[in-house]
């Protein structure tokens, strides 16, 4: 069973960064594509990116293109999101999942989730 775990999340300011990372134990991710999701209250939990199996295809939503880098080292099962420039409507519980197939897609069902990390933006 795999179990992921994020870390990185905290208080920030507008304009500010933030690393995320989300670290996986119990079974490779190599052959998986990798997600991260946000959610705030009453809403719906979205896709912030998406990076495949390789690291060669990634997917970002349009409030991330240009802020936001999802990596992955799968010689660690770890994936990455640098946020740069980040903005208040960027505060959301962060999760990380685990994809059910190898390539990225842009409706996930993922497997497995993390915890959740918190990130807050002050403006």
């Known amino acids: 069973q795999v179990q992921l775990v994020e870390s990185g999340g905290g208080l920030v300011q507008a304009g500010g960064s933030l690393r995320l990372s989300c670290a996986a134990s119990?079974?490779?991710?190599?052959?998986?594509?990798m997600y991260w999701f946000r959610q705030t209250p009453g809403k719906e939990r979205e896709v912030v990116a998406g990076i495949s199996w390789s690291g060669a295809t990634s997917y970002y939503l349009d409030s991330a293109k240009g802020r936001f880098t999802l990596s992955r080292d799968n010689a660690k099962n770890t994936v990455y999101l640098q946020m740069n420039s980040l903005k208040s409507e960027d505060t959301a519980v962060y999760y990380c999942?685990?994809?059910?197939?190898?390539?990225?897609?842009?409706?996930?069902?993922?497997?497995?989730w993390g915890q959740g990390t918190q990130v807050t933006v002050s403006s």
């Open positions: 999942a685990r994809g059910r197939s190898p390539s990225v897609v842009k409706t996930p069902t993922p497997s497995n």
């Open positions: 119990g079974r490779s991710l190599s052959n998986n594509a």
